[in-house]
């Protein structure tokens, strides 16, 4: 395939650094691609990847759900196929359901294709942002920082998702076909084997 196009969703949160740490991986890989924030329904319509960042998002949910048919068209898209790596808000986002550790059931507006329920801010405040190092087997055997803001962690999995690792017994990142999904920042850190995992992903769905 010539040039792949992968959009970062520009709505809020850490959108810039998704955007650089994709046009890298792409470069590492020698692969032609462009990378970029998209917020309309045209532009999400011809893309071959999407990632949804890291921010908050119930914010996220909200503004989706004001602006016309992007909800529907990124929901439509995921169920095609196209790949999706959705970060901290950007799991949460695609999860089928989320309450938060504090004030409990949040009713926000989610994608709901990962089949997983989500417990948001489930760190606690002593533990708000942190790094730790983590065992990620599909990655390879080198193990991978994690950076965590803020983060969720995933509880009740589905049959058809993988888990992709756990920290202290709660996991923290899971794949369900063209999914991806972490609680922490893997665009933050200077590890891109989850990108090109998600590329991996990319250049599979666009052979079709
Ligand atoms: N706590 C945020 C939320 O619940 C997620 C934090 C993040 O994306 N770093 O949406």
Do not use: W
């Not at 590492?28 to 893309?47: C, D, F, K, M, P």
């Not at 921010?55 to 602006?67: A, D, F, K, P, Y």
């Amino acid at each position: 395939m010539s040039s792949i196009k992968i959009g970062v969703l520009g709505i809020q949160g850490d959108i810039e650094e998704n955007i650089l740490s994709t046009e890298e991986t792409l470069k590492n890989q020698n692969l032609q691609g462009t990378v970029e924030s998209v917020r309309y329904s045209e532009s999400i319509a011809e893309l071959d990847g999407l990632i949804l960042p890291g921010g908050e998002s119930t914010v996220i949910g909200n503004l989706l759900s004001i602006q016309g048919k992007v909800f529907q068209t990124i929901e439509k898209r995921i169920t095609e196929g196209m790949p999706v790596l959705g970060t901290c808000a950007g799991l949460i986002m695609l999860s089928k359901r989320a309450y938060d550790k504090v004030v409990g059931e949040t009713k926000q507006k989610l994608f709901g294709m990962l089949d997983v329920v989500i417990e948001r801010n489930a760190f606690g405040r002593q533990h708000e942002s942190f790094e730790v190092d983590l065992e990620i087997p599909i990655l390879g055997k080198d193990l991978f920082r994690g950076i965590f803001i803020r983060a969720p962690i995933i509880n009740n999995v589905g049959e058809n998702v993988s888990i992709l690792t756990k920290l202290n017994g709660k996991i923290v990142a899971v794949k369900q076909n063209n999914i991806i999904g972490t609680s922490f920042h893997p665009e933050l850190s200077a590890d891109r084997r989850l990108h090109e995992l998600f590329i991996k992903d990319i250049l599979e769905f666009s052979k079709n």
